[in-house]
Protein backbone atom coordinates (compact mmCIF):
# COMPACT_ATOMS: atom_id res chain seq x y z
CA UNK A 1 0.00 0.00 0.00
CA UNK A 2 0.99 3.86 -0.87
CA UNK A 3 3.31 4.82 2.05
CA UNK A 4 3.84 1.54 3.98
CA UNK A 5 7.24 1.92 5.87
CA UNK A 6 7.08 5.52 6.57
CA UNK A 7 6.09 5.10 10.02
CA UNK A 8 9.16 2.44 10.48
CA UNK A 9 11.62 4.93 8.70
CA UNK A 10 10.68 7.32 11.27
CA UNK A 11 11.17 4.96 14.01
CA UNK A 12 14.48 3.97 12.90
CA UNK A 13 15.94 7.24 13.03
CA UNK A 14 15.16 8.18 16.48
CA UNK A 15 16.75 4.22 17.45
CA UNK A 16 19.82 5.85 15.40
CA UNK A 17 19.89 9.42 16.99
CA UNK A 18 19.40 7.66 20.21
CA UNK A 19 22.49 5.14 20.05
CA UNK A 20 24.17 7.74 19.45
CA UNK A 21 23.74 9.70 22.23
CA UNK A 22 23.97 6.17 24.04
CA UNK A 23 27.33 5.90 22.62
CA UNK A 24 28.22 9.07 23.30
CA UNK A 25 27.51 8.69 27.00
CA UNK A 26 29.09 5.06 27.21
CA UNK A 27 32.36 7.18 25.97
CA UNK A 28 32.75 9.82 28.70
CA UNK A 29 31.66 6.73 30.95
CA UNK A 30 35.52 5.40 29.92
CA UNK A 31 37.02 8.30 30.12
CA UNK A 32 36.22 8.94 33.49
CA UNK A 33 36.10 5.84 34.73
CA UNK A 34 32.79 5.19 36.05
CA UNK A 35 31.88 2.17 33.31
CA UNK A 36 28.97 0.91 36.06
CA UNK A 37 26.82 3.70 34.27
CA UNK A 38 27.06 1.71 30.98
CA UNK A 39 24.61 -0.97 33.15
CA UNK A 40 22.23 1.31 33.67
CA UNK A 41 22.13 3.20 30.26
CA UNK A 42 21.90 0.02 28.17
CA UNK A 43 18.81 -1.29 29.59
CA UNK A 44 17.20 1.78 29.54
CA UNK A 45 18.00 1.90 25.76
CA UNK A 46 16.60 -1.12 25.35
CA UNK A 47 13.13 -0.62 26.68
CA UNK A 48 13.42 2.80 24.15
CA UNK A 49 14.00 0.88 21.47
CA UNK A 50 11.31 -1.28 21.92
CA UNK A 51 8.51 1.19 22.94
CA UNK A 52 9.81 3.28 19.42
CA UNK A 53 9.22 0.04 17.83
CA UNK A 54 5.56 -0.61 19.12
CA UNK A 55 4.91 3.37 18.81
CA UNK A 56 5.79 3.35 15.34
CA UNK A 57 3.42 0.32 14.07
CA UNK A 58 1.65 0.67 11.04
CA UNK A 59 -1.47 -1.65 10.13
CA UNK A 60 -2.89 -1.54 7.40
CA UNK A 61 -5.96 -0.74 6.99
CA UNK A 62 -9.31 -2.03 6.24
CA UNK A 63 -11.57 0.37 4.90
CA UNK A 64 -15.59 -0.09 3.96
CA UNK A 65 -16.14 0.66 0.46
CA UNK A 66 -20.13 1.74 0.90
CA UNK A 67 -20.29 5.04 -0.69
CA UNK A 68 -21.38 8.45 1.18
CA UNK A 69 -19.11 6.95 4.46
CA UNK A 70 -16.67 9.35 6.11
CA UNK A 71 -14.06 7.32 8.13
CA UNK A 72 -11.79 7.80 10.94
CA UNK A 73 -8.40 9.47 10.09
CA UNK A 74 -6.75 8.20 13.37
CA UNK A 75 -7.10 5.51 16.15
CA UNK A 76 -7.95 7.09 19.41
CA UNK A 77 -10.85 8.08 21.53
CA UNK A 78 -13.79 10.40 20.40
CA UNK A 79 -13.70 13.24 22.68
CA UNK A 80 -15.78 15.97 21.15
CA UNK A 81 -18.67 16.31 18.76
CA UNK A 82 -20.08 19.55 18.12
CA UNK A 83 -20.97 22.08 15.22
CA UNK A 84 -18.82 24.42 14.08
CA UNK A 85 -20.53 28.25 12.60
CA UNK A 86 -17.70 28.29 10.32
CA UNK A 87 -15.03 26.84 9.13
CA UNK A 88 -12.56 28.08 6.60
CA UNK A 89 -11.63 25.50 4.18
CA UNK A 90 -15.61 24.50 4.05
CA UNK A 91 -16.89 27.65 3.45
CA UNK A 92 -19.44 27.40 5.92
CA UNK A 93 -20.81 25.73 9.32
CA UNK A 94 -19.83 21.82 9.43
CA UNK A 95 -20.05 18.93 12.44
CA UNK A 96 -16.37 18.81 14.37
CA UNK A 97 -15.71 15.33 15.10
CA UNK A 98 -12.41 15.40 17.73
CA UNK A 99 -10.27 12.09 18.40
CA UNK A 100 -7.79 11.94 21.05
CA UNK A 101 -4.55 10.44 19.98
CA UNK A 102 -2.58 8.58 23.75
CA UNK A 103 0.86 7.75 23.37
CA UNK A 104 -0.43 3.77 22.82
CA UNK A 105 -1.95 4.45 20.05
CA UNK A 106 -1.14 3.75 16.24
CA UNK A 107 -0.13 7.57 15.10
CA UNK A 108 -0.17 6.99 11.41
CA UNK A 109 -3.39 8.52 9.98
CA UNK A 110 -5.59 7.41 7.01
CA UNK A 111 -7.78 9.10 4.16
CA UNK A 112 -11.44 9.67 5.37
CA UNK A 113 -12.30 9.94 1.83
CA UNK A 114 -11.11 9.33 -1.84
CA UNK A 115 -10.88 12.61 -3.42
CA UNK A 116 -7.67 15.07 -4.27
CA UNK A 117 -5.65 16.92 -1.50
CA UNK A 118 -6.97 20.72 -1.58
CA UNK A 119 -4.98 21.91 1.07
CA UNK A 120 -1.96 21.52 3.66
CA UNK A 121 -1.68 24.31 5.24
CA UNK A 122 1.07 24.15 8.46
CA UNK A 123 0.16 26.57 11.16
CA UNK A 124 2.98 27.21 13.90
CA UNK A 125 1.56 27.31 17.81
CA UNK A 126 2.37 25.71 21.35
CA UNK A 127 2.48 22.28 22.40
CA UNK A 128 0.24 22.33 25.53
CA UNK A 129 -1.74 19.28 26.13
CA UNK A 130 -3.92 17.66 23.43
CA UNK A 131 -6.16 16.01 25.91
CA UNK A 132 -8.46 19.13 26.09
CA UNK A 133 -10.25 19.52 22.58
CA UNK A 134 -9.71 23.55 22.08
CA UNK A 135 -6.09 22.91 21.88
CA UNK A 136 -6.58 23.09 17.97
CA UNK A 137 -7.42 26.74 18.74
CA UNK A 138 -3.51 27.48 20.03
CA UNK A 139 -1.21 24.29 19.39
CA UNK A 140 1.14 23.71 16.32
CA UNK A 141 -1.31 22.11 13.84
CA UNK A 142 -1.54 21.00 10.10
CA UNK A 143 -4.65 21.32 7.62
CA UNK A 144 -5.32 18.85 5.07
CA UNK A 145 -8.23 19.93 2.97
CA UNK A 146 -9.99 16.95 1.10
CA UNK A 147 -12.46 17.58 -2.37
CA UNK A 148 -14.37 14.66 -2.63
CA UNK A 149 -14.21 12.63 -5.79
CA UNK A 150 -17.71 11.11 -4.85
CA UNK A 151 -19.29 14.31 -4.57
CA UNK A 152 -17.96 16.45 -6.63
CA UNK A 153 -18.13 19.68 -4.90
CA UNK A 154 -18.28 18.89 -1.48
CA UNK A 155 -14.92 18.81 1.05
CA UNK A 156 -14.01 17.29 3.81
CA UNK A 157 -11.38 19.13 6.47
CA UNK A 158 -8.76 17.13 8.44
CA UNK A 159 -6.91 18.97 11.05
CA UNK A 160 -3.79 17.09 12.66
CA UNK A 161 -3.07 18.63 16.32
CA UNK A 162 0.42 18.62 18.26
CA UNK A 163 0.71 18.22 21.93
CA UNK A 164 2.68 18.40 24.49
CA UNK A 165 4.90 15.12 23.73
CA UNK A 166 4.13 15.47 20.04
CA UNK A 167 6.73 17.84 18.65
CA UNK A 168 6.32 16.81 15.04
CA UNK A 169 3.96 16.50 11.87
CA UNK A 170 4.48 14.60 8.66
CA UNK A 171 2.51 15.02 6.27
CA UNK A 172 2.77 11.99 3.59
CA UNK A 173 0.62 13.80 0.45
CA UNK A 174 0.31 17.12 -1.10
CA UNK A 175 -1.37 19.71 -2.66
CA UNK A 176 -2.83 17.68 -5.74
CA UNK A 177 -2.54 14.48 -4.67
CA UNK A 178 -5.06 11.63 -5.23
CA UNK A 179 -6.10 9.75 -2.36
CA UNK A 180 -7.89 6.17 -1.98
CA UNK A 181 -10.63 6.04 1.41
CA UNK A 182 -8.33 4.21 4.55
CA UNK A 183 -5.38 5.36 2.41
CA UNK A 184 -1.76 6.80 4.84
CA UNK A 185 -1.40 10.47 4.52
CA UNK A 186 0.33 11.55 7.45
CA UNK A 187 2.80 10.26 10.84
CA UNK A 188 2.35 12.40 14.42
CA UNK A 189 5.04 11.61 16.60
CA UNK A 190 3.69 10.71 20.40
CA UNK A 191 0.48 11.89 21.56
CA UNK A 192 -1.85 14.00 19.93
CA UNK A 193 -5.38 14.60 18.11
CA UNK A 194 -7.02 14.58 14.88
CA UNK A 195 -10.64 17.07 13.99
CA UNK A 196 -12.27 16.43 11.60
CA UNK A 197 -14.78 18.95 9.63
CA UNK A 198 -17.79 16.99 7.37
CA UNK A 199 -20.16 18.56 5.98
CA UNK A 200 -23.70 18.97 8.26
CA UNK A 201 -25.73 17.10 5.42
CA UNK A 202 -23.82 13.89 7.33
CA UNK A 203 -25.41 12.16 9.87
CA UNK A 204 -22.93 11.41 12.63
CA UNK A 205 -22.17 7.29 13.42
CA UNK A 206 -20.88 7.54 16.46
CA UNK A 207 -20.82 8.90 19.99
CA UNK A 208 -18.55 10.61 22.72
CA UNK A 209 -16.17 7.77 24.31
CA UNK A 210 -16.00 5.76 21.07
CA UNK A 211 -13.13 3.68 20.13
CA UNK A 212 -11.89 4.44 16.76
CA UNK A 213 -9.92 2.56 13.83
CA UNK A 214 -7.96 4.93 11.42
CA UNK A 215 -9.61 4.00 7.90
CA UNK A 216 -12.06 1.89 9.20
CA UNK A 217 -14.15 3.63 11.86
CA UNK A 218 -16.99 5.08 9.89
CA UNK A 219 -17.59 8.31 11.44
CA UNK A 220 -20.30 9.86 9.33
CA UNK A 221 -22.78 8.53 6.30
CA UNK A 222 -24.79 10.35 4.10
Not at 154 to 177: Q, S, T, Y
Not at 199 to 217: A, F, H, S
Request: glycine share 10%; proline share 6%.
Amino acid sequence: MKHAGRALSAAFKLIFLSLVGVGLLCLVAWLIHFLPIIYVIAPIWVLFVLFTLYFFRDPNARPPTAPGLVLSPGHGKVDCIDKLDTQPFLGGPCHRISIFLSVINVHVQNAPISGKVACVTHTPGKFISALEADSAVYNENVLIGFDSSETPGEKIGLRLIAGVLARRIIPFVKVGDDTARGERISLIQFGSRCDMYIPLQYTIKIKLGDRVVGGETVLAAK
